[in-house]
């Protein structure tokens, strides 16, 4: 004659701790990558808002010297964003034009930069070939931020073109 079984086997027991500990070690990792986006989208943000800041800022100076004051000093930090080890400046952010290198840099209309609609002429004079420092009526600007985040080297660029 069998005896009444009550409770668990141990054989039971050990299945069921199995499938309790997958699914614990399965809602921890789930967590662990949500705390991660989060951090990622937080570190996006602020990236976001500072290049915003940086466009509005080049609205409120006069239109005819935008180029000459941010083509001086087109580097800034970001709060809460760390500049990448290998960045020379040592900060996040900078400000962009389509412009060589020369003494004083030079807004040039001939510069290969499809994402900014470049070549184009910038001053209306018709010839797209044209190197200026002021004089423009349209002002492709990129500003980029590049930042050492949680999950590795990130970027942000926004683009846009100012006019008078």
Do not use: C
């Given at each position: 004659?069998?005896?009444?079984?009550?409770?668990?086997?141990?054989?039971?027991?050990?299945?069921?701790?199995?499938?309790?500990?997958?699914?614990?070690?399965?809602?921890?990792?789930?967590?662990?990558?949500?705390?991660?986006?989060?951090?990622?989208?937080?570190?996006?943000?602020?990236?976001?808002?500072?290049?915003?800041?940086?466009?509005?800022?080049?609205?409120?100076?006069?239109?005819?010297?935008?180029?000459?004051?941010?083509?001086?000093?087109?580097?800034?930090?970001?709060?809460?964003?760390?500049?990448?080890?290998?960045?020379?400046?040592?900060?996040?952010?900078?400000?962009?034009?389509?412009?060589?290198?020369?003494?004083?840099?030079?807004?040039?209309?001939?510069?290969?930069?499809t994402p900014l609609g470049m070549p184009?002429?910038?001053?209306?004079?018709?010839?797209?070939?044209?190197?200026?420092?002021?004089?423009?009526?349209?002002?492709?600007?990129?500003?980029?931020?590049?930042?050492?985040?949680?999950?590795?080297?990130?970027?942000?660029?926004?683009?846009?073109?100012?006019?008078?």
């Amino acid at each position: 004659m069998l005896r009444d079984r009550r409770g668990f086997s141990l054989v039971e027991l050990l299945v069921a701790t199995a499938i309790l500990l997958t699914a614990a070690i399965g809602l921890i990792v789930a967590l662990i990558t949500a705390v991660g986006l989060t951090e990622d989208t937080r570190e996006t943000a602020l990236a976001s808002e500072a290049a915003r800041k940086k466009i509005e800022e080049m609205q409120e100076t006069p239109f005819d010297t935008i180029f000459s004051t941010h083509v001086a000093n087109p580097h800034f930090d970001v709060d809460g964003l760390i500049p990448r080890e290998s960045d020379p400046d040592g900060h996040v952010g900078k400000i962009l034009f389509p412009s060589v290198a020369n003494a004083p840099p030079m807004l040039s209309e001939a510069v290969a930069d499809t994402p900014l609609g470049m070549p184009r002429d910038l001053n209306g004079n018709g010839n797209a070939t044209d190197m200026m420092t002021n004089g423009y009526l349209i002002l492709p600007v990129r500003v980029k931020i590049d930042w050492e985040g949680r999950s590795g080297s990130r970027s942000f660029e926004l683009l846009t073109s100012l006019s008078e």
